[in-house]
């Protein structure tokens, strides 16, 4: 099991991710201002690792857009305690073409993807078709697809 929490939320836009952050409990349960999913039993990185090849379908296109929270630009590159870029909570706003082939890749093609010529860990493939209707929802909407990550406590 991995040592973190995470989840995949929708949200209008950074600022408002931010601005909820800043204002309280969001930053450790995005849940409390946001429409949130978070995958049962899956690691992590097995789900990512399979977005990442779903947006490889894409020549030119990555995953992540860029990080949101931490807010500060990582100041350094060493490690300081208390620094938010060491400690965490991270969040990071998907690309829309990665919301969008998410909302649109029909399940059977999700369950099909094999990263590295591999086939991932099944809860990982089960984790990621309950994504879609998320996904679906942020784009109809015109909001940003979300991926926070927390080391659990």
Do not use: K
Request: glycine fraction near 6%.
């Amino acid at each position: 099991m991995s040592p973190h929490m995470y989840a995949f939320f929708r949200a209008p836009g950074p600022d408002a991710v931010r601005a909820a952050f800043a204002a309280g409990p969001a930053l450790h349960d995005p849940a409390t201002a946001f429409e949130t999913l978070r995958p049962v039993g899956a690691d992590p990185g097995d789900v990512l690792e399979l977005l990442d090849e779903l947006v490889l379908t894409r020549p030119g296109t990555d995953l992540i857009d860029h990080t949101v929270w931490p807010s500060a630009r990582r100041p350094h590159c060493f490690t300081i305690p208390g620094d938010p870029w060491t400690t965490g909570p991270w969040t990071h706003q998907l690309t829309p073409t990665a919301r969008d082939l998410l909302a649109e890749t029909p399940t059977p093609a999700l369950l099909a993807l094999r990263p590295h010529g591999h086939t991932p860990p099944t809860p990982a493939l089960i984790a990621l078709p309950t994504l879609t209707p998320l996904a679906r929802r942020a784009a109809a909407a015109g909001e940003q697809l979300y991926y926070w990550l927390e080391h659990e406590n």
